[in-house]
């Protein structure tokens, strides 16, 4: 069973960048279909991207496409998520999941394995 951790939230002004990691303890990441996903106060979790286990198919929300992109790192056993051109609206609580299957669901219910979330706040 494997344990996604986060790390490298933070406060950015609009406009800026910010770079996310997600770590696996306990495990490796290597045959699990993995994803970003956000929660602002008072909204219900929702994707950002979504990769399958082996890198080859990634879904962006169309929110997010232009600005984000997710890489997967083998050799450290971790996914990024680089975070540029930020707006106030992408502050959010942001999760790394883990989960498995051969259809990589873009739904929070889909992933099995959740890290504890790390803060991003972006100001105006």
């Known amino acids: 069973q494997v344990q996604p951790v986060e790390s490298g939230g933070g406060l950015v002004q609009a406009g800026g960048s910010l770079r996310l990691s997600c770590a696996a303890a306990g495990g490796t990441f290597g045959s699990y279909n993995l994803g970003w996903f956000r929660q602002a106060p008072g909204n219900e979790r929702e994707f950002v991207v979504v990769m399958d286990y082996s890198g080859s198919r990634t879904t962006y929300a169309d929110s997010v496409k232009g600005r984000f992109t997710v890489s997967r790192d083998r050799a450290k056993n971790t996914m990024n998520l680089q975070m540029d051109n930020l707006k106030p609206e992408d502050t959010a609580v942001y999760y790394c999941?883990?989960?498995?299957?051969?259809?990589?669901?873009?739904?929070?219910?889909?992933?099995?394995?959740w890290g504890q979330g790390t803060q991003v706040t972006v100001s105006s």
């Open positions: 999941a883990a989960g498995v299957g051969f259809v990589v669901p873009t739904t929070a219910s889909g992933f099995a394995y």
